[in-house]
């Protein structure tokens, strides 16, 4: 056993009300500057929406993420032998007008505009060339039009639906959709990293965040085509791909990510789970199937006396040990089994979990009356106007089952808290369906106090980091006095 | 006149080349050391995908073969003059070392060509960009024209512009050699010079770095701030 410690997260998506704040926490504080104003490394897309990039999820046009081949992972996109032949151009990079080609406004135009009849207009400017241009898409343009014939029906999740569930999705008084917010995974076996030909991405051995290191980016540009989730960027000014860092520098001194922070649905959840870093070879290479349960089984048990011993002797700190055992994460993921990987099936792993989203009833049964009736007690997750296939192409490597269980005990504990605090359905009802949910009472309340009462404390387990001694075991901070922070004496610019 | 001449052959063909050389190697260091972030290819794959394959493939695959037959001429004249003595194998190099040095010049004229019809494109071209491309354009043009009219250089490359080159990294630059070069080839031989000098100001400092070691290392990536624990995997 070869103990760990990784920053994980949860987004419970039956929070999430779509409206963009983590968007702008992050893009205010990390990319507003130049060569990264296309960039979104935290965004909120629609589903069924083809998302950002457009259709980010279909590998057969992007190759992100890893491949069986032979009983071994490799690369879709990039390799060893085939970096020397794709090292001059990328064959599988995404083009800006596969995210969209920023703009502003020429808002000056208000002021300075000559008398006329007509009210003067602030004409969109691209922020890449400085040019009028006709704004063709955005980063959340398909926001909400989850029916949309354009948008909706052109998601890769679509995939196996039937013909009368996809004219369900799509037809007006039916149509529904969902946010899925989206940050880089900092996945365990991140394919960004792997293809790297400078190794200039990494992994942080203490917290598992992932990042690009900015010296040694040359701009070979694998990592782009790469991540599957398209979560790593390159600007195209400075010449070096970037992505979303999950905030270290607040991480270090206790703070959580922007993103985190400013979340008005108070959906993210942040904490250390600790894991088995041998097995993870073995697990990225299970048959698709087994992918969830493995990634599950490879996230270690904080009380376990085995792994405390493993944790002791790699040098994890105590104070991380036991921020691992009060991790959210670490109820929703492996306790509860709520939280599932998006497209685990691309074998990164990802380290960020969603909670799957309820969704409004289908109202069309018995010629368009609402039949609450059933013995079946979950007959409405059957039923849910997001057909189950979709949300199980999203989150559960094509199994219908894991979505499925993770939707009934939501449903369970709702029901059990409406019949202890409304009172309006009968008790014993909602204790059978907790039963059926795989769920008991005690754990019912815990899910409910996490999910709905939770502080931000609670929500955020941060441990120390230590970084400041880290650094200072290795050189003298005085050294680096006056200079200009993370070891650059200039601000970053484009070539020489 | 004559005299000037063989002065300008003094300053150009056996000073220049140190002073170049010392660039080169000073400016390179110096830049790697106190400039580590400006190494990049500075790719603009990303704005502009498709005429980039077409440009972008046929130059560095041309220029990569062009060079390795100027290096090969350099390192190993007798064996280059070996194989040269049959003419048919000399017809096959000098065929391939032709053609290779017209697809670097397609590509490089796709390279201009994309460069000036894309407006994101002429954003993120430097100065330094449009002299670079200017010099090689004059470096691959002169090549490919000392090809065509000056005709069996790799035999000829090997019996003076080989010794000459080896008297330069001997210290005892010796011009006979080349004093009595065509001006085309002395052209070309000028503009690599100048090429080698400003190379390290340039986005070509990309060839110092080129990726190796991903060939060999694992595929994943850990660093620690700490002391590393035993490392299995």
Sequence with gaps: MNVRSQISMVFHLDKCIGCHTCSIACKNIWTDRRGTEYMWWNNVETKPGTGYPAKWEDQEKFKGGWEKQNGKIRLKSTGKGRIVTNIFHNPHMPSMDDYYEPWTYDYQHLFNAPEGPDQPTAKPISMVTGDYIDIESGPNWDDDLGGSPVYGKNDPNLEGLTEEQKLQLFSIEQLVFFYFPRICNHCMNPACVASCPSGALYKRGEDGIVLVDQKRCRAWRSCIAACPYKKVFFNWFTGKSEKCILCYPRLETGQAPACFHSCVGRIRYLGVVLYDADRLEAVANLPKEQLIDGQRDLILDPTDEHVLEGARKNGIPDSVVKAAQESPVYQFVKVWKLALPPHIEFRTLPMLFYVPPMAPVMANRKNGALNSVSDNLFHDIDDARVPMRFLANLFGAGQEGKVAYALRKQKAVRWYRRAVTVGDVDLETAERMLREADCTIKEAMAIYELTSLCTFEQRFVIPPMYREKALEALRDPHEVKQSAGFGFLSGPRRGM | MAFLFSYLDMVLFAALPYLVLFTFLLVSIQRYRLQTFSFSSLSSQLLENRRHFWALVPFHYGILVVFAGHLMAFLIPRSILFWNSHPLRLYVLEVTGLAFGILTLVGLLGMVARRLGNSKLRVVTSRADAVLYVLLLLQVVSGVAVAV?????????????????????????????????????????????????????????????????????????????????????
């Design chain 2, 149 to 233: 009219f000056q005709p069996w250089g790799s035999s000829w490359f090997a019996t003076s512009l080989a010794p000459y080159l080896w008297s330069l990294f001997r210290f005892q630059p010796d011009l006979t050699y080349i004093t009595g070069l065509p001006i085309l080839i002395k052209l070309h031989i000028l503009n690599a010079f100048i090429v080698v000098g400003l190379f390290p100001f340039t986005r070509l400092v990309h060839i110092l770095v080129v990726p190796n070691p991903y060939l060999w290392r694992k595929p994943q990536v850990v660093r620690w701030y700490g002391p590393a624990p035993r490392d299995i995997a």
